[in-house]
């Protein structure tokens, strides 16, 4: 990707021709084995690469990707589920999610996928444009 709204631009459109992963073209055939791996086991990936670029734009360019209102609408989402959204948009696995906050994968998965339905976000990376629109991180940060 030339520039990081064209890479935007992939990684939003990915969902939709059924893309479960999204890793860089130049990535070393290690990550690249290990993605599949994880797209295989029935999860979705945006490498992190990927998220820290998407990051680092929506750091430089402040405001709103989209209409959406996320900071009303994580007024229905749980503490834990605010702790699973902060590690997700530092751009943690779920493995180093539940190693951090000492649950297990599969409560990872499951606050992931509460997460993903409450917030209406298709993957990773739009839980990350929601901590980021919605002060979560930079809340986080702060303290």
Do not use: C, W
Not at 58 to 76: D, I, K, M
């Amino acid at each position: 990707m030339g520039t990081v709204a064209a890479l935007i631009r992939a990684v939003h459109g990915a969902p939709y021709t059924g893309a479960s992963g999204f890793v860089l073209k130049d990535a070393p055939p290690a990550d690249l084995l290990s993605a599949i791996r994880v797209v295989a086991r029935g999860e979705s990936l945006t490498s992190p690469a990927v998220t820290r670029r998407l990051i680092a734009e929506f750091v430089r360019s402040p405001g709103p990707v989209s209409t959406r209102g996320h900071g009303r609408l994580l007024a229905g989402v749980t503490d834990r589920e605010r702790e699973v959204l902060f590690h997700v948009a530092r751009g943690l696995s779920n493995t180093e999610i539940s190693d951090h906050l000492h649950i297990s994968l599969a409560t990872v998965k499951t606050h992931i996928g509460s997460l993903l339905a409450k917030l209406r976000a298709r993957d990773r990376a739009q839980l990350v444009i929601v901590a980021y629109e919605s002060g979560l991180v930079g809340a986080a940060r702060r303290k």
